[in-house]
């Protein structure tokens, strides 16, 4: 619950801020992946994203992303993560979406679809968070050459788009 706490305040924050997420100093970042690795391992999913979310640094994001098994987090009912965890990863996965964008794509669909809206603080966020992907993803879709993600990138938009009606 603590922690669960802790995230939404820091989501809140972050939106609030609309700050670019900082760099850390490496041997932060590097505290950061070793405790990521024992939380994935120890089968903590939602600790690990928690720990990289809290950082505001994209890196680790795409690090835990990558470290971690998104076809076996989002198969598991119900979602491991939780529903601040799942609005702060929408948030920060969704800047960029040049870089990482497979990756980034299946978490951010996975993400989107696991929201609940009956969640009172979910349900709080959802315009905010979802508005400003599908802002984004419209950015990215305008500037996409192939088809297949602009594919991949309408399918999100109509995904998030239904969250908000």
């Known amino acids: 619950?603590?922690?669960?706490?802790s995230i939404s305040?820091?989501?809140?924050?972050?939106?609030?801020?609309?700050?670019?997420?900082?760099?850390?100093?490496?041997?932060?970042?590097?505290?950061?992946?070793?405790?990521?690795?024992r939380e994935l391992r120890s089968g903590r999913i939602n600790d690990a994203f928690q720990c990289a979310l809290s950082a505001s640094n994209l890196g680790?994001?795409?690090y835990t992303c990558e470290s971690a098994a998104?076809?076996?987090i989002f198969a598991t009912t119900p979602c491991p993560l939780t529903q601040p965890v799942l609005l702060s990863?929408?948030?920060?996965?969704s800047g960029n979406l040049d870089k990482n964008f497979?990756?980034?794509m299946k978490?951010?669909?996975e993400a989107v679809l696991n929201l609940d809206t009956a969640h009172t603080m979910t349900a709080d966020h959802i315009p905010n968070v979802l508005g400003a992907l599908i802002?984004?993803?419209?950015?990215?879709?305008?500037?996409?050459?192939d088809a297949r993600k602009s594919r991949t990138i309408r399918m999100l938009i109509m995904a998030a788009s239904s969250l908000l009606t």
């Not at 305040?9 to 405790?35: C, F, H, I, M, Q």
């Not at 990863?89 to 996965?93: A, D, E, M």
């Open 9 to 37: 305040d820091k989501l809140t924050t972050y939106l609030r801020s609309g700050a670019a997420t900082p760099v850390p100093l490496t041997s932060e970042e590097e505290n950061s992946k070793d405790r990521i690795m």
């Open 70 to 72: 998104p076809y076996d």
């Open 60 to 62: 680790l994001v795409i």
């Open 89 to 93: 990863l929408i948030s920060q996965l």
């Open 135 to 145: 802002q984004r993803l419209r950015v990215a879709e305008g500037l996409s050459t």
């Open 107 to 109: 978490y951010l669909e």
């Open 1 to 5: 619950k603590e922690h669960g706490a």
């Open 102 to 104: 497979d990756l980034k």
